[in-house]
């Protein structure tokens, strides 16, 4: 889950969840807008990561949560159905977290109402 800082409407929460059907283009470019619109351009400010050695490889959470919040993130990217934030931080220095929805991932945005948005290609 990825907290970050947003304009007048305050904070907002970026989930990547399990739903229960196969993400295809659609829906994985569909996912990487929301996070683009939600967060671009905003700093981080809380990371939380399910400590899952399926969901993180070659780090660890507390590296993970402790490296991100404070630096902004510039950009949600896609290639095919991998998407990648990327961060910059001070001094320029650029950082990428990679996100790939396997078999049944998506993305909800939560408001601090409560209320959820996901990420949701309409055909």
């Known amino acids: 889950m990825l907290e970050c800082t947003k304009g007048p409407r305050g904070n907002r929460t970026v989930h990547q969840t399990a739903k229960y059907i196969m993400p295809e283009l659609a829906e994985v470019e569909a996912a990487r807008k929301l996070m683009q619109q939600v967060c671009g351009g905003h700093s981080a400010k809380k990371i939380w990561f399910a400590d899952d050695d399926k969901v993180l490889v070659n780090c660890t959470k507390a590296e993970l949560e402790e490296l991100l919040p404070g630096l902004t993130i510039s950009q949600a990217q896609r290639k095919g159905k991998h998407t990648w934030l990327t961060f910059t ?30 990420a949701k290609y309409q055909r």
């Not at 909800?108 to 948005?117: M, P, Q, R």
Request: aromatic share 4%.
């Open 89 to 118: 931080g001070q001094g320029g220095a650029v950082h990428s977290l990679h996100l790939h929805f396997g078999m049944t991932g998506s993305i909800v945005v939560k408001e601090l109402d409560g209320s959820c948005t996901a």
